[in-house]
Each structure stands twice: as C-alpha cells, then as structure tokens.
C-alpha cells in the first residue's frame, strides 16, 4: 500500500515557465510533508518542507502547498531553470523517524 | 568534505557473496538509516538505528544485517547477496524533531550478477 503516491513518472517544461509536482497521499495522520530533490549520481538532498497547519510554504523560487482535504500536495517551481532538472520525491512523515517517500518524477526543464 | 559518505561507490558481487556496504557521517546525529532504491519504487526503508544501542528493522529487512560501530558509522551488510538486491543504496542521517529531515549520502550503486 502506497501512502504516498507521485503519479506523473516525467514533466517536461520549457525554461521560464513554471513547473508544478504533485503528490497525493493517503494517511491523514501525517504531520510534516517534505520534497527532496535529487541528481545523477547523488544523493537527495532536502528541498523544501511543510507543517499540516499550514497550507502553503516558500522559499525563493519554490512553493509548497497543501490541500489536506485532497490529501494532495504541490511544488511549484517559478520560473524553471535547466538546473533544476532532476529527479523530485515527495516524503510524509507523522513528525517521527519514518518517512515514507514517493516513488519520485523527473523534471527536464528545456532551455 | 561531505557530511555523509558512503563506501563503495560501486561494487558487482555474484550470487551468494557476501558484502559490506559502510557509511559515515561527521554531522553529529544520533538517527542513520539505510534506504534501497528501485526504478518506480522510490526509497524503501531498510533498517534505522537511533543510536549505537538502538537498532531496528525497516519496511524490507529480510536478506540484510547492520551494524552501528560508532556514532558516525553504520554499516549494511548482505549476507549471502541475490540478483534482486540490485539496487541504489542511500545511506541518511537526521536529527529528531520537527519534520525530521534527513541527510543523504552519495549512493552505492550494486549489482548482483
């Protein structure tokens, strides 16, 4: 059973343009919800994060938004840049040790 | 230097072979984890140690072992490896509290022929 669910393998954007991820998951006990970003070769490093008493989050170029009814969650890049072409997990977690990650989507921004 | 590293970076190893997977890290965390990742799969939970007493199985335990040597150090251990444990293994650490972020190193990329 998949709590936490990235349904949209690839996105391709065209630089300039906003790139939206979306998650979906299914425990509505989760307290912190977090996206990784990660390259080639490298390990996934920590993007961005949200509490569930919020419903939206920004840091620069990225915004996080929760819809806890949907139970779904967003990241919007504004404006995509060729750098930020990777692969992107969605994680939840109910502010303990385990969290559960998404099965990931690339995103290839075009230049 | 990187926070967390991981030994080797690579390895082929054949059926039945037993291997060690290493990891350290310099971040000071109590909290490390061992992830294995699959296409379409995501990152799958393997083992987790709070500390060098505290030591637990994850979501996919069977077929793998650990060891918390130290504080800085966790090892993953494949006891007798099979061709379906080719993979991507992360090694990642973190600090409790709040959204609990974890800290991930390189990879280890194995294939078991």
């Known amino acids: 059973d998949q709590q936490v669910k990235q349904n949209s393998p690839s996105l391709s954007v065209q630089e300039g343009r906003i790139s939206i991820l979306n998650c979906d998951y299914t425990?509505?006990?989760?307290?912190?919800f977090l996206w990784y970003k990660k390259y080639p070769a490298e390990g996934p490093t920590f993007l961005i994060s949200?509490?569930?008493?919020?419903d939206k989050n920004e840091d620069g170029r990225f915004t996080v938004f929760l819809n806890k009814s949907a139970k779904h969650l967003s990241l919007h890049i504004v404006p995509s840049q060729p750098g930020d072409s990777a692969v992107y997990f969605c994680?939840?977690?109910?502010?303990?040790?385990?969290?559960?990650f998404g099965a990931g989507t690339r995103l290839f921004v075009k230049a | 230097d990187a926070d967390v590293t991981q030994t080797p970076r690579n390895r082929i190893t054949k059926t039945g072979k037993r291997i060690m997977l290493e990891c350290s890290q310099t971040?000071?965390?109590?909290?490390m984890y061992w992830y294995r990742q699959d296409p379409g799969l995501g990152l799958r939970l393997i083992y987790y140690s709070f500390d060098v007493k505290d030591i637990n199985k994850g979501e996919i335990s069977d077929g793998y072992s650990v060891s918390r040597q130290a504080q800085a150090k966790f090892s993953l251990s494949l006891e007798s490896a099979i061709p379906n444990q080719t993979a991507l293994y992360f090694c990642a650490t973190s600090a409790p509290g709040g959204s609990e972020t974890q800290y991930f190193g390189p990879g280890t990329r194995l294939l078991v022929l």
């Open positions: 425990n509505s006990m989760f307290d912190y």
């Open positions: 994680a939840a977690n109910t502010g303990g040790f385990k969290t559960i």
């Open positions: 971040k000071g965390h109590d909290r």
């Open positions: 949200i509490s569930s008493i919020k």
